[in-house]
């Protein structure tokens, strides 16, 4: 199928984009830049020996977007760019919901003009809030902290109300956990272009004596060590997902988790990378972040049985290709 990937430079973007090209699928990928790097498109068609469109438009830009469209014949989208930065989207609200549900809007008003019904959306275990875990598709979902969040639960409904409007339109909403790793070449991984939010970047910062300490937010939560729990899934895990989903899609709206089942403490990943990597991660204990929930992770037994996909790939491989990435970074 020909497939316009958005956001197809950035870090998940980029490993679905190499799964998408080995089984088959010809891409169109559009991306702004905004926090990733032009370099990554080569080494996507290095891996695969494989070409990719691409164009860098900004998705709140309906001209462009609409001309897109009218140029190629798209069977399908998968809709990755966003902005992600939690702490920032506080500090810049409108800027968040104005990139993230403009973008998304425009997207679906080009894929209905142009007769486009396959759409792929990468939501987050965001949406659930402080649920009881395993979290599970049907939950009602909670109100979150912070308008990141709060794009990704009103972009799910939007879609939702779109799809019930439309029904030859076929929606699959992906509902990220942790997404950590890199391609096993080591040519592929999290790139940022500004500030790190996540826990695995700072964990190889720490590693690298990039900061002296890796801050572990909160040592009290009631989990198997008092700090924070995740259901940490490898990015090409994540990334064969993708593929599995658009295989899979179905008239009207499907909902995924993408995740591995287990949870991983914060001092569980410290440890599996300093054992992996044979490396230290200095760490210090400090507050708990505030927004912040003591467990999270899925139950996937719907994509597991649905999608017939299943994440193989486990933390020690998540920490090895982490550091690999981060190793190529430096050479
Ligand atoms: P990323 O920042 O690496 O990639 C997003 C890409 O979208 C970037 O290349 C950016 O330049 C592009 N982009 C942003 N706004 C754009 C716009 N208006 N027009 C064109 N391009 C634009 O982020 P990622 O980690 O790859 O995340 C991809 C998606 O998955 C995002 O929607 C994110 O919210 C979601 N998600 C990520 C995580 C995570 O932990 N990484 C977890 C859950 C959900
Ligand atoms: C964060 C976002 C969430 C987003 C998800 C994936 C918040 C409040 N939530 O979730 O909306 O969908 O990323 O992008 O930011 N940790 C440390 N030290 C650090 C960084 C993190 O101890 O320097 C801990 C956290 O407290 C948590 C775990 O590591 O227990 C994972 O944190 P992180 O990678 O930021 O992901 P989430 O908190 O799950």
Known sequence: MNILVTGGTGYIGS??????????????????????????????????NKEITFYQVDLTNELAVDKIFSIHSIDGVIHFAGMKAVGESVEVPLTYYYNNIVSTMVLVKACLKYNVYRFVFSSSATVYGDNTVPFVETMDLLPTTNPYGETKAMSERILIDIAKANPTFSVSLLRYFNPVGAHESGLLGERPNGT??????????????VIKKLKVFGSDYPTVDGTGVRDYIHVMDLAGGHVAALNNIKKG??????????????????????????IEVPFEFVNRRPGDIAICYADVSKANKELNWTAKRDIFAMCRDTWRFEQNLVK
């Open 15 to 48: 490993h679905a984009c190499v799964a998408l090209l080995e089984a088959g699928h010809d891409l169109i990928v559009v991306d702004n830049l905004y926090n990733s790097k032009i370099d990554t498109l080569e080494k996507m068609m290095r891996l695969t």
């Open 196 to 209: 790190l939010n996540n826990l695995m970047p700072y964990v190889t910062q720490a590693a690298k004596g």
């Open 253 to 278: 709206v499907q909902i995924y988790n993408l995740g591995t089942g287990k949870g991983t403490s914060v001092l569980e990943l410290i440890h599996a990378f300093e054992k992996e990597n044979g």
